[in-house]
């Protein structure tokens, strides 16, 4: 059974749940609970659990009444039962939202049942958590829209970005961490799972090139579960990054992020006293944070989903705009299509940049690349795939495959070596002409087909002298009369 067959019969035990009450996202908690446990089983880490709160003795429990008590018994004392800090982390003031015992039992048998390798043998339980999140994500009801980015968005932002081995990459904003199980899995595609690794080497890449913030508990949760699915032992802080806790995250060879959209509750500034522009915008804050954070080293990178305010809001907007191009060589702005993200009519783009090793003028130049101007309205009649991406991977590699990227550029993007491609979408704006918009980079979209039309523009105009010509017929009436009346 594949992995999106899978997910498709225990996204559809949520339907069996819903006279418990119980919503989408709660269900996903629920079964993040009880998954873990499966896990535990599949994964051989049981000795983490005390025995009767095993997976088999659920299974094997034929009191259903007896069965749900235990369960509850379970997530209220196991924090305090186990030496697993993963088992802490993810049954964190844990509670279950069902709340009849056959329900429960139904969840059990249903996940026991359930065939999780492929044909090749191939373990497929992160995949079919990625999916579950997917299908959350979708749900408008459920507002988890926020934390999930679309997968072929982060594919192709860790494509042109190149992770290596032995690097440490973060995400700020980490919602379910996709962003960091993408990278891990694009090195281990590339290094046969690190198999050929040292130990040492195996053990960086599982507990220290991948970490992640993320504020809400229940996303928290979520990318726990999300990461140890996946293999990884990440550190995952619930912490806010905006706060005194942010300022020790730095160092970083790279960044990827698609921070939460709005401004601070309240309107207030974050707390953290190290940001020369505080303001009450996240976004802004976040970029402050993440182009501070990465390596000074001329090689860190970052990719950061943004929303189109932040490319041309005033005052510290852009006093922070500048800063960023002092620091980084921002060398490419993505226009990014409206819909493709679960906020509905959204607009967003990706900043591509490196840390310069000095301070200042490290942004000569600014490529744009316009995939939101005539472009399809993507949802279930146009799904949003990679494919969309062509014009722009051409155009950001210079003409190259997406798999001779890290030959090529080694991680990174140079000017110089950037070159025009024949694509109206694709187009360069030198740093001085950013300057003297001041330092807006609400620039590079082509003029929209539907109104660049010289037959859409005439009409208007011929209109308009008509108007013209009527309305100083009428003056000169007027001043006959003002005259005539002395």
């Known amino acids: 059974m594949s992995a999106d067959e899978i997910a498709n019969k225990l996204w559809n035990l949520c339907n069996v749940l819903r006279d418990d009450g119980v919503t989408y996202h ?13 896990l535990s089983e599949v994964k051989d880490f049981e000795k983490h659990i005390p025995e009767q709160y095993q997976w088999r003795g659920f299974v094997n429990e034929h009191d259903n009444s007896e069965a749900f008590a235990r369960y509850r018994r379970f997530l209220a004392e196991i924090s305090e039962l186990t030496t697993s800090e993963s088992i802490k982390e993810i049954y964190a003031n844990a509670t279950t939202s069902l709340r009849k015992p056959v329900n429960f039992n139904s969840l059990i048998q249903a996940i026991d049942k359930l065939d999780w390798y492929e044909e090749d043998d191939r373990d497929v339980m992160g995949d079919i958590y990625e999916s579950l999140l997917e299908k959350n994500a979708g749900e408008k009801k459920s507002g988890a829209g926020q934390y999930f980015t679309p997968r072929p968005l982060i594919n192709i932002m860790i494509d042109l970005l190149v992770p290596k081995l032995g690097e440490q990459w973060n995400d700020p904003a980490a919602g379910t961490f996709g962003f960091m199980i993408s990278a891990d899995s694009y090195l281990r595609d590339k290094y046969d799972n690190y198999y050929h690794l040292s130990d040492k080497e195996r053990k960086f890449q599982k507990e220290e090139a991948f970490s992640g913030v993320e504020l809400v508990p229940d996303a928290h949760r979520l990318a726990l579960m999300n990461a140890r699915l996946h293999g990884m032992e990440s550190t995952i802080h619930l912490a806010d990054t905006l706060t005194e806790f942010g300022k020790g995250l730095k160092g970083y060879d790279g960044v990827l992020a698609n921070p939460p959209f709005g401004t601070k509750k309240g309107g207030e500034r974050p707390t953290r006293d190290d940001f020369t522009y505080p303001t009450s915008n996240k976004q802004l804050n976040f970029l402050q944070h993440i182009y501070r954070s990465l ?23 852009q006093q922070i705009r500048r800063d960023l191009m002092h620091k980084c060589n921002l060398h490419t702005v993505l226009r990014l299509p409206t819909g493709i993200f679960y906020a509905a ?9 490196s840390r310069g090793i000095t301070e200042v003028d490290n942004t000569k130049s600014v490529w ?26 051409k155009a950001y590699t210079g003409g190259i495959s997406i798999k001779d990227v890290e030959k090529k550029y080694d991680g990174s993007i140079d000017d110089v070596k950037r070159k025009k491609i024949e694509d109206e979408r694709w ?8 300057t003297k918009k001041n330092n807006s980079l609400d620039l590079g979209l082509i003029a929209d087909s539907s109104i660049s039309k010289a037959g859409d523009l005439g009409e208007p105009i011929d209109i308009a002298k008509e108007a013209m010509v009527e309305l100083q017929g009428i003056t000169k009436q007027l001043e006959a009369m003002i005259k005539e009346l002395g």
């Open 26 to 38: 709660q269900y996903l908690n629920e079964l993040t609970y009880i998954l873990f446990l499966k």
């Open 295 to 317: 390596k000074p080293d001329g090689k860190a990178r970052a990719a950061v989903v943004l929303p189109d305010n932040v490319l041309f809001e005033d005052g510290d907007g």
């Open 345 to 353: 009519g959204v607009k967003t783009n990706v900043l591509f940049f």
């Open 368 to 393: 744009f690349y316009d995939m939101r101007t005539n472009t399809p309205n993507y949802g279930k009649r146009t799904p949003f795939t990679e494919k969309a991406f062509e014009g722009f991977v």
């Open 427 to 434: 187009s360069c704006i030198p740093r001085e002409e950013i």
